[in-house]
């Protein structure tokens, strides 16, 4: 039998396309969750700070939306923009 090849961890693009995959079918809750793990693997990833918000927003979490859009913007804009 042919040895197995070693897992990988994702990278952030490819968590990218699963949360766009599950935010089309409303999923929300699981885009949070696929989002953190994107930004577990690059903290300045906007886009996925992007998903995240909306996906807040649509669950009715607009404090930790708000947080999250901010800390998007701090990712794309220079300190004090």
Same mark, same amino acid.
Not at 15 to 40: F, I, K, P, T, Y
């Given at each position: $039998?042919?040895?197995?090849? +070693? +897992?990988?961890?994702?990278?952030? #693009? !490819? /968590?990218?396309?699963?949360? &766009?995959? @599950?935010? =089309?079918? *409303? =999923?929300?809750? !699981?885009? &949070?969750?696929? /989002? !953190?793990?994107?930004?577990? @693997? %690059?903290?300045?990833?906007? !886009? +996925?700070? @992007? %998903? $995240?918000?909306?996906?807040?927003?649509?669950? *009715? =979490?607009?404090?930790?939306?708000?947080?999250?859009?901010? #800390?998007?913007? /701090?990712? &794309?804009?220079?300190? *004090? #923009?």
């Amino acid at each position: $039998m042919p040895p197995r090849p +070693a +897992a990988r961890e994702p990278d952030s #693009r !490819e /968590s990218e396309r699963l949360v &766009v995959a @599950l935010a =089309r079918q *409303g =999923r929300r809750q !699981e885009v &949070v969750q696929h /989002s !953190e793990d994107a930004l577990r @693997l %690059n903290p300045d990833y906007p !886009e +996925a700070h @992007l %998903n $995240m918000t909306a996906a807040l927003q649509r669950l *009715g =979490r607009d404090a930790e939306a708000q947080r999250r859009a901010d #800390r998007a913007r /701090s990712t &794309v804009l220079p300190p *004090g #923009r």
